[in-house]
C-alpha cells in the first residue's frame, strides 16, 4: 500500500510539473502574440499604401488621329484633350501619341484613362498663362483660384500616366514673372503674398481623387511645384525623374508634394530641383486649420535628392497634421537639408509618429533641421500701410485671417524616429529648435553616423534619446543644447 502511494504521489508530482510546463509555454506564447499583436498596428499600414488597381482596358486612343501634331509648334490641346475625352465616354484604355514633340496647355484626365507617353514622346508646356485655365483649387496651404496644372487629374478614379517620355514645361516664363514681382513687391512689405500673386503653373496634379498611378516619366523645367498630390489617396508615383535646372533654377521648383493625401507610396524616383525635393504638406494657418485635412499614411523608399532644398520636408505647412510616416531608403547628394521638419507659430498642427531610416547623405547641408519659426519674412502676414483691407484681393484676405486663439497656431512636432543613417559630410550635423511652450518632443536617433562641419545646437528639445550615434565635427564642437530637459546626449 505505501508502494501504491509513492507511485500515485511521484506521477502526481510529475503530472503537475508537466502542466507547469504547458502553462509557462502557452503565456509564453500569449505574450509573444500579444507583443507582435502590439507591433502590427504601427507597421500594418505600410502594406497597404499605393494604387490598389489601374485602367485594365487596352483599347489605344492615338492623339494624331484626333487632329493632334508632332512638330511642337502648333498647340495640340484641344485635340489631345478629345482623345481623353472619348476614350473615357468609351469606358476607358490608352491615350497615347506618335512619336515626336507636342506643344500642349493644360489637359485633364478622366476615371479609367491610361495616358501612356512612350520614349520618343516630348511634351512641351506652352508659354502662355492663357493656356493654362484657373481652376480652385489649394496652393502652398490656402484654397485659391489658381491656374490648371500642365496635366491634371480632378475628382477622378482609377487613372495611369506612364511611360519613358518626357515632360518639358518650359516654366522659364513663370520664373521670370515671378522675380520681377518679388523685386517690386518687397519693398512694400509684401513677400508674404507675392508667391501666391505670381500664380506660377504647376506640372501634374492630382486633386481629389484615388487609385493614382504615375510612373516611369521625366519631368523638367516645373514653372512651380512639379508633382502634387491634393486631398488624394491611394496614389503610387513610381520610377519619376525630375530635373528642373536644365534652363536656369526656377524658383519654389519642388520636385514631389504630398498634400494633405494618404495612403501614398512613393519609390524609385530620382529628383533635382530648386526647393524641397520630398515634401509633405497639410495646409496653412487659419485656412489650413479651417481645412484640417491631414497628410497621413505615407511611404517614401528608395529615392534619390540631388539638388534641392530637402531631401525629406515636411511643412512648412503644417496645419492639418503630418503623420504616420516612412521614409527609407533613401540617398541624399548634394541636397541643402537631410531631414527637415519646419513650421510657423502661426500655423498649428501635429507632425507625429515619423520614421526615417536607411539613409545616406553626402554633401548637405543641415543633415537634422528642425525650426517652428521658419522664414518669418514669408510666414507671417501683415498688410502694410497704405492699403484699404476692403479693397484687396479674397485670397489677401485669407492670409490675413488671424488664428484666434492664437495658442492654436503653435505647431508640435513629436515621436520622431531616425535610425540606421550615416551623413558622410555636413555643414551642420543638427539644428534644431522648439518653443517654449511647444518643445520637440521624443526625439530617437539610433544607428547614426556623422562627419561634418560643425555639431550644432538644440534648444527647447524635450526627451531626446541617442543610441550609438557618433557625431565628428572637424571644429571639435559638440552638439550645444539649451533650454532642454532629458536628452541623453
Not at 504616420?324 to 541624399?332: E, G, P, S
Request: glycine share 8%; net charge positive.
Amino acid at each position: 500500500m505505501k508502494r501504491l502511494l509513492k507511485i500515485i504521489s511521484v506521477l502526481f508530482f510529475a503530472c503537475f510539473l508537466l502542466m507547469s510546463f504547458f502553462a509557462c509555454t502557452s503565456s509564453l506564447k500569449v505574450d509573444q502574440e500579444l507583443t507582435t499583436k502590439s507591433k502590427e498596428p504601427a507597421m500594418a499600414w505600410v502594406k497597404k499604401v499605393g494604387a490598389r488597381k489601374a485602367p485594365k482596358s487596352t483599347t489605344v486612343f492615338l492623339v494624331n488621329d484626333f487632329g493632334a501634331t508632332n512638330d511642337g509648334k502648333t498647340l495640340a490641346t484641344p485635340f489631345i484633350q478629345r482623345a481623353i475625352d472619348d476614350c473615357a465616354k468609351k469606358g476607358g484604355g490608352i491615350v497615347t501619341f506618335k512619336p515626336g514633340t507636342y506643344l500642349m496647355g493644360s489637359i485633364f484626365l478622366k476615371s479609367n484613362v491610361h495616358l501612356r507617353i512612350d520614349e520618343g514622346v516630348l511634351l512641351r508646356g506652352s508659354t502662355s498663362f492663357d493656356d493654362y485655365p484657373e481652376i480652385d483649387t489649394r496652393i502652398a496651404g490656402i484654397e485659391m483660384r489658381w491656374p490648371a496644372a500642365l496635366i491634371n487629374i480632378i475628382d477622378q478614379k482609377n487613372v495611369a500616366v506612364t511611360g519613358k517620355g518626357k515632360v518639358d514645361a518650359q516654366g522659364k516664363f513663370c520664373w521670370d514673372k515671378y522675380w520681377a514681382m518679388r523685386k517690386e513687391y518687397e519693398p512694400k512689405g509684401l513677400r508674404w503674398i507675392v508667391d501666391y500673386d505670381a500664380k506660377r503653373v504647376r506640372t501634374f496634379l492630382v486633386q481629389s481623387s484615388e487609385d493614382v498611378t504615375l510612373k516611369g516619366l521625366t519631368f523638367s523645367n516645373a514653372g512651380f511645384w512639379t508633382i502634387q498630390l491634393l486631398y488624394s489617396k491611394y496614389l503610387t508615383v513610381d520610377g519619376v525623374t525630375v530635373r528642373n535646372n536644365e534652363d536656369g533654377h526656377g524658383p519654389s521648383t519642388d520636385g514631389i508634394d504630398v498634400d494633405s493625401s494618404s495612403w501614398v507610396l512613393i519609390e524609385n524616383c530620382d529628383i533635382d530641383c530648386n526647393d524641397d525635393d520630398f515634401c509633405l504638406k497639410a495646409g496653412r494657418d487659419w485656412d489650413g486649420l479651417r481645412v484640417n485635412r491631414p497628410t497621413e499614411y505615407v511611404v517614401i523608399r528608395k529615392c534619390i535628392a540631388r539638388k534641392g532644398g530637402g531631401l525629406l520636408t515636411l511643412g512648412s505647412e503644417t496645419s492639418g497634421g503630418i503623420r504616420h510616416v516612412l521614409a527609407t531608403d533613401l540617398v541624399a547628394k548634394g541636397t541643402g537639408n537631410g531631414f527637415h521638419i519646419k513650421s510657423a507659430t502661426t500655423r498649428g498642427g501635429v507632425v507625429e509618429d515619423i520614421h526615417f531610416e536607411n539613409v545616406t547623405m553626402d554633401s548637405v547641408g543641415n543633415a537634422f533641421m528642425y525650426t517652428m519659426n521658419w522664414n518669418p519674412t514669408y510666414s507671417y502676414s501683415s498688410l502694410p500701410k497704405g492699403y484699404n483691407p476692403d479693397s484687396i484681393p479674397s485670397h489677401w484676405k485669407v492670409m490675413l485671417n488671424k488664428v484666434e486663439p492664437a495658442e492654436k497656431g503653435i505647431p508640435k512636432f513629436k515621436d520622431i524616429y531616425v535610425n540606421n543613417v550615416v551623413v558622410k559630410q555636413s555643414r551642420k550635423a543638427i539644428n534644431a529648435g522648439g518653443l517654449e511652450n511647444s518643445t520637440l518632443q521624443n526625439f530617437n536617433f539610433s544607428n547614426v553616423t556623422i562627419s561634418t562641419a560643425n555639431a550644432g545646437e538644440l534648444s527647447f528639445g524635450e526627451n531626446w534619446k541617442f543610441t550609438n550615434v557618433a557625431i565628428k565635427a572637424s571644429d571639435n564642437s559638440k552638439v550645444s543644447v539649451k533650454n532642454s530637459k532629458g536628452v541623453s546626449l
